[in-house]
């Protein structure tokens, strides 16, 4: 099983940026699917999350700036990011689960800054 998260960089505030997630190894269209950010010292928190039938749900300091979506045929998440703060650098992670089965893509690096 891999996840490979790509589309991070360096962005300005109030500059855009989207994250893909491509998943090998897993019926992708059966699995959760989740972004996660770490920020310097901070603990990883959950950022963004879609089920396999379209739900979404977000931390509330994302609100109305990010957008999850998925596209089951190209077995990829994706994180639409809008509206960018310093305070949204981090390393982002996207995961998959499953029941009690749950992957981790290796993380893009995303950083916010002037």
């Known amino acids: 099983v891999q996840l490979q998260a790509s589309g991070g960089g360096l962005v300005q505030p109030g500059g855009s940026l989207r994250l893909s997630c491509a998943a090998s190894?897993?019926?992708?269209?059966?699995?959760?699917m989740g972004w996660y950010r770490r920020a310097p010292e901070k603990q990883r928190e959950f950022v963004a999350g879609?089920?396999?039938?379209?739900?979404?749900n977000y931390v509330d300091s994302v609100k109305g700036r990010f957008t999850i979506s998925r596209d089951n045929a190209k077995n990829t998440v994706y994180l639409q990011m809008d509206s960018l703060k310093p305070e949204d650098t981090a390393v982002y992670y996207c995961?998959?689960?499953?029941?009690?089965?749950?992957?981790w893509g290796q993380g893009t690096q995303v950083t916010v800054s002037s």
């Open positions: 995961r998959a689960t499953l029941f009690r089965s749950t992957y």
């Open positions: 190894g897993i019926i992708f269209s059966r699995y959760n």
């Open positions: 879609m089920t396999t039938d379209g739900n979404t």
